[in-house]
């Protein structure tokens, strides 16, 4: 297998581009089949640049450019000696491809073979399956930390962004998982003093100041954590789940009020209520509306077609 980068450039654009652009002023047709084309291309280009990126094989990537437009120019420089080189390495270079991207092959075709081919792909669940699956990450969280007394404070937003308050704590960006919340809390660690703050199914950061709510918002036997989860339930339409570091007990703070003491089962039911039910029927309800609207749109043009007439 020869490679010359260093091929007759002229004769490449007359016997390939010319000819394909005059194939295509005679049957159109075709234009429709490059555009698919090159659209699957560019998808399959970016999915793989997807895997790799991140790996050790994405800085072999960036040689191996390097090396394929060290060897083009020198064959359009006329470098004889140092194209021949170059275009030797490169013949070697296939080999060596195989060689070096085995584990990213390999993983690349179990993927295709197994049921994560959508998450090769890059295509996620739908937005409710995976809002579904953090509250039940976030209750077994609140559960765990309760039997052990750990105080924490989960603010979950909603449709009302809360970035002022976000800004105040530390970055994570990290996925929901039982595991790290639990850990965040454990006392006398970085993070544990402040709240956790999850916004698009993402831990975003940590150590968050909250506003206070006044004392006549709340009991006066609650703690700072309490008033904590009352003032930003106020202030944004955000849910936070609560577990009190003196009882073990979880409340949960919505606009504006504590429901206090609240089992397992029953704050997986106000979570899914207020995050997942109300927000996605809200959204399916406007999407029908949006699409009678639409339907009554056409129907009214139509009959204004038919009176013009």
């Known amino acids: 297998m020869v490679i010359d980068l260093g091929m007759n450039w002229e004769n490449f654009y007359r016997d390939n581009i010319v000819a394909y652009i005059k194939s295509l002023q005679s049957n ?7 555009i698919l084309d090159l659209a699957i291309v560019c998808f399959l280009v970016y999915c793989f640049f997807k895997v790799v990126r991140g790996s050790r094989a994405w800085q072999l990537i960036k040689g191996i450019a390097l090396l394929i437009i060290a060897t083009w120019v020198s064959g ?7 194209n021949w080189i170059l275009t030797g390495i490169m013949n070697l270079g296939v080999i060596a491809i195989i060689v070096i991207f085995q584990p990213e092959l390999r993983r690349a ?3 295709l073979g197994t049921n994560k081919l959508a998450k090769f792909f890059g295509i996620d669940k739908d937005l409710a399956t995976k809002t579904k699956e953090d509250i039940y990450k976030i209750v077994i969280a609140a559960t765990e930390l309760a039997k052990t007394k750990t105080g924490a404070l989960i603010v979950i937003e909603r449709d009302i962004k809360i970035q002022d308050i976000v800004a105040t704590g530390i970055p994570l960006d990290a996925e929901v998982s039982p595991q790290l919340l639990v850990n965040i809390f454990v006392p006398k660690t970085p993070l544990h003093d402040g709240a956790v703050v999850i916004s698009g199914n993402k831990i975003v950061a940590a150590a968050c100041v909250l506003p206070l709510a006044d004392d006549k918002d709340i009991a006066k036997e609650l703690g700072t954590r309490h008033r904590a989860a009352v003032g930003i339930s106020k202030e944004s339409d955000s849910i936070v789940v609560v577990v009190s570091e003196e009882t073990g007990k979880i409340s949960v703070a919505k606009d504006g009020t504590l429901i206090a ?4 089962d029953v704050l997986k039911k106000i979570l899914i209520s207020n995050i997942v039910t109300k927000r996605f029927a809200i959204e399916k309800k406007e999407r029908k509306n949006k699409i009678k609207e639409l339907r009554e749109k056409l129907k009214k043009e139509k009959n204004k077609e038919k009176e013009e007439k």
């Open 261 to 264: 003491d609240v089992r397992e």
């Open 76 to 82: 359009l420089l006329n470098f004889k000696i140092l």
């Open 109 to 111: 075709l179990e993927q």
């Open 28 to 34: 159109p047709f075709e234009l429709v089949t490059l």
